[in-house]
């Protein structure tokens, strides 16, 4: 009870997640319980993992892309693609947010990355600023889902009867599903601003493409690799790191010497927030199974819940409301543990469940108060938060839509991990 109220406590007046949970720890270790030098060797054990190691990896694999001039050229290639089509700037937003998370893994890159070009480029053509920076907000949602993918590694390393490769394969078609669902809206729902586009010439298009694959290659690579069993998961994202620093200094030659300090200190410190809260959770996890909490939740849920699809209902309620106030890897590490468990008992398809949980809470990043994609559009759009929430709010009912489609439609995530013998 007092660990309880003490985190929510921190939470309430803005604590950092990591910190409130250790201190809701070290409060309850205040009963006597157990002695306070148990919290940091739990701490430290919670990070005693090899495959941890790729998260730092993918998240430095990600920042060096990005600064490797890749960003221009991927442009291109989604122009190439669908430049010519009706609201042809926005779709070229889109589906550069779908090649992109190939490449980060990362909604909050992606809408970085992409949103100082696209949104003055929208507005130049016609567009509202507000609509640019929510589209591109709203988009950049498909980066965690496509792989390689930072919280697909992380929900694998808290679950036990789900693979990385297994979660890789099951986030294409929902991430896919979800760039389709985007264009269709602004297809048919949105108006025009922006007169169609001239097509490429058939020279354009091939160069266009031609400049495309050298970044591509980099996720078919890692992905396949795993999917082959030749590597693991952090193997791929050493590779990652290896690929994108030769692109970047020696093919493309956008990236100096002296940019690299700058991108190893950024990628560390972005690192060291996950991997803090990471730390931290599987600390308190291992304290709340020593005293029989998850359980004892799962006895209760599992005595008044007896049907998957209701069960699914009122987990997708609730990560819902979550994402409305904590940060989508925060809320996956504190809940996933408890939940996962209730989810396998009720036969429900752990790959399934996962992509559920990870795209439920990935639209968290679009949603006020909390919405970190919102707060980076935002800060490059400068139209001010009413104006980006009155505009994502056609997009957040489109993602959710895709949510609800591949919660009653297993089929759509199981699809491909089923075909490869996962």
Same mark, same amino acid.
């Given at each position: 009870m007092i660990t309880g109220v003490t985190l929510l406590a921190l939470l309430a007046i803005g604590s950092p997640v990591a910190f409130a949970i250790a201190l809701g720890l070290v409060a309850y270790i205040s009963t006597g319980t157990f002695g306070i030098d148990l919290l940091p060797q739990r701490i430290f054990a919670g990070m005693d993992s090899f495959t941890i190691l790729a998260i730092p990896l993918f998240v430095l694999a990600g920042e060096l892309m990005n600064a490797s001039g890749i960003t221009s050229r991927v442009i291109n290639l989604a122009n190439a693609l669908v430049g010519h089509a009706k609201a042809g700037l926005a779709q070229v937003n889109i589906w550069s947010s779908v090649i992109f998370a190939g490449l980060s893994g990362s909604a909050v890159a992606?809408?970085?990355?992409?949103g100082r070009i696209f949104i003055p480029s929208m507005e130049k053509e016609g567009y509202p600023r507000d609509f640019a920076a929510a589209l591109t907000a709203a988009s950049s949602v498909i980066g965690p889902i496509i792989p390689p993918s930072i919280p697909v590694i992380i929900y694998a390393l808290i679950t036990t009867n789900v693979s990385v490769p297994a979660l890789f394969l099951a986030g294409i078609v929902p991430g896919i599903l979800l760039a389709i669902a985007l264009s269709v809206y602004v297809r048919f729902f949105v108006k025009n601003y922006a007169k169609p586009r001239e097509r490429m010439n058939m020279g354009e298009? *091939?160069?266009? /493409?031609?400049?495309?694959?050298?970044?591509?290659?980099?996720?078919?690579?890692?992905?396949?690799?795993?999917?082959?069993?030749?590597?693991?998961?952090?193997?791929?994202a050493s590779f990652a790191v290896f690929y994108a620093l030769v692109v970047g200094l020696f093919v493309f030659r956008e990236l100096k010497p002296s940019d690299l300090p700058g991108i190893f200190s950024g990628a560390m410190r972005d690192s060291s927030s996950i991997l803090i809260i990471m730390a931290t959770v599987a600390a308190a996890n291992w304290f709340m199974t020593f005293a029989g909490i998850p359980q004892s939740i799962s006895k209760f849920? *599992?005595?008044? /819940?007896?049907?998957?699809a209701t069960f699914l209902i009122l987990i997708?309620?609730?990560l819902l409301a979550v994402g409305l106030v904590l940060e989508g890897i925060a809320a996956m590490l504190v809940l996933v543990p408890i939940l996962h468990p209730i989810a396998i008992s009720l036969g429900i398809d752990p790959t399934h469940f996962g992509i559920i949980v990870i795209f439920n809470l990935m639209i968290g990043l679009i949603t006020p108060p909390m919405g970190l994609c919102l707060f980076?559009?935002?800060?490059i759009a400068g139209v001010g938060m009413a104006r980006m929430i009155r505009a994502i709010m056609p997009f957040f009912i489109v993602e959710l839509m895709v949510l609800i489609l591949i919660t009653f439609v297993p089929d759509i995530v199981t699809f491909l991990p089923n075909l490869f013998g996962f």
């Open positions: 992606d809408t970085s990355a992409i298009k *091939l160069k266009a /493409v031609w400049n495309g694959l050298i970044p591509l290659f980099m996720p078919v690579f890692v992905i396949g690799s795993i999917l082959a069993g030749i590597v693991t998961p952090t193997e791929a849920v *599992l005595g008044y /819940v007896d049907s998957p997708n309620l609730m980076v559009a935002d800060a």
